[in-house]
């Protein structure tokens, strides 16, 4: 457990009078159908939209401040008509050191919007490529072009030196079960066209349908350490704690039956004694081929990184049971396109999600909007700001490694707190384990 420094120490971030990142949506509209996004799962309630110019000036206040400002959401960025002009007075208004920069599927970036984005002071572009293979690129990124990804690079690199200052250029892949193999390519393929940094996250499948798509089990590290551990005690045995499932509701155990039901027992004294809980049920039915394949294309792709000169950011494997929620300790603030002001990714939409078995129905959590409000009055609110305080307590708890979750504590209903006494929403959240990472 970790708690909120006291006045003696720097104030961190996330306790600033404001914010040090914004995340900005500035459409919420697309022009592709992506297996891996949550617009294209069935039953999601995410409004399609642009932001005004009225609402993103309402954010000028908080400009001078910022380290960063990330113009995306869950639409296409260069879908909305003003974006360049979004960026100038963006500009304008930011120290020299913040940089400005979005994600894109770079199918609409070719060399007349580059010059444009580049004249406005645009400073990083990530572009999502998933696969080097045409076909499997065009699957994966519901009609998208790989070749168009190529163009687009090609145009930045032109308008960044026809203006005598670099933009940086970044790869975003999503690691699925189906492009696994792509990963080390599109390494290499990023590297030798001049891109300054690739960033790798898990998918968040978003549809019953797609469940099957990810590539990670949701048991944290430190139950996977338990499990392990006590699964090669058994093994020296000659027990195989797999058959638990099959031996603990027998009529008539034999010997062998009651040493599997034993061992697994002692298992979850011994987690519970270090503080750890787990879900036997997703621990023994785990992937490990998978986890394996996962394992193996994250190390060649380092490798590859490395040699090239690339700088490569990895997810974890496995969640880690240490939570770091680099949007609350990074003191990130995120305007949705209709001026909303919600504190992070996961809590920004309404939407579903379905992972080791458990759907997860999100409501998002928003402190206001500004277009009543100003961003910074919202941001110092006692709501916003004690959001951020319980979220540094890191006192909620890890639904996924929990044998009778995801309960009524944690979905959307009448419960004013979780399980551990906690108000903010986080129990079943990944971002801040490591799986899940982005732009920013």
């Not at 990810?214 to 006590?230: G, K, Y």
């Not at 992972?355 to 129905?361: D, M, Q, Y």
């Not at 979220?391 to 209903?413: A, I, K, M, N, T």
């Amino acid at each position: 457990m970790r708690s909120v420094p006291d006045a003696a120490q720097p104030t961190p971030r996330a306790l600033r009078p404001h914010p040090s990142k914004l995340f900005v949506e500035v459409t919420t509209r697309c022009n592709l159908r992506c297996a891996m996004c949550v617009k294209e799962s069935s039953g999601q309630g995410i409004p399609e939209g642009h932001m005004t110019r009225e609402t993103f000036a309402r954010l000028a206040p908080a400009l001078p401040h910022l380290d960063a400002l990330v113009l995306n959401g869950i639409g296409e960025p260069l879908l909305h008509p003003h974006l360049e002009h979004f960026v100038e007075l963006a500009r304008r208004d930011m120290p020299s050191a913040g940089w400005i920069g979005f994600q894109t599927n770079g199918q609409l970036l070719g060399p007349t919007r580059a010059r444009a984005l580049a004249r406005a002071g645009v400073d990083r572009i990530c572009l999502s490529a998933d696969a080097v293979t045409p076909e499997l690129f065009g699957a994966l990124r519901g009609g998208g072009r790989h070749d168009a990804v190529e163009r687009a690079a090609a145009s930045l690199h032109d308008a960044a030196r026809e203006r005598g200052r670099p933009i940086v250029l970044g790869v975003e892949f999503v690691a699925m079960r189906d492009n696994l193999d792509q990963l080390p390519h599109v390494v290499r393929w990023a590297a030798r066209r001049r891109f300054g940094f690739m960033i790798v996250t898990h998918m968040l499948p978003y549809a019953e349908e797609t469940r099957g798509a990810a590539a990670f089990d949701p048991s944290t590290d430190r139950a996977r350490e338990v499990f392990l551990a006590w699964s090669a005690r058994a093994a020296a045995e000659g027990v195989d704690l797999r058959r638990y499932f099959d031996v603990f509701l027998k009529f008539r155990p034999t010997p062998a039956d009651r040493r599997v039901v034993s061992l697994v027992k002692d298992l979850v004294a011994d987690a519970a004694a270090q503080g750890i809980s787990l879900s036997v049920d997703r621990l023994l039915r785990a992937d490990e081929a998978l986890r394996r394949r996962v394992s193996e294309a994250f190390a060649e792709a380092d490798a590859i990184a490395r040699a090239e000169g690339l700088e490569l950011k990895l997810p974890a494997i496995t969640p880690t049971r240490a939570r770091r929620c680099e949007f609350v300790e990074d003191g990130a603030a995120f305007v949705s396109w209709d001026g909303g002001v919600h504190p992070c990714y996961f809590l920004w939409h309404r939407y579903s999600c379905h992972v080791g078995g458990l759907v997860k129905h999100v409501h998002p959590r928003s402190f206001g909007s500004v277009a009543r409000e100003e961003l910074l009055a919202l941001w110092r609110g006692d709501a916003s700001r004690g959001f951020r305080e319980e979220v540094l307590r890191y006192e909620f708890p890890f639904c996924y490694d929990c044998s009778v979750g995801l309960c009524d504590y944690v979905q959307p209903g009448d419960a004013a707190a979780d399980c551990h006494v906690g108000a903010v929403p986080c129990g079943a959240c990944l971002w801040c384990t490591g799986v899940f990472r982005c732009l920013q």
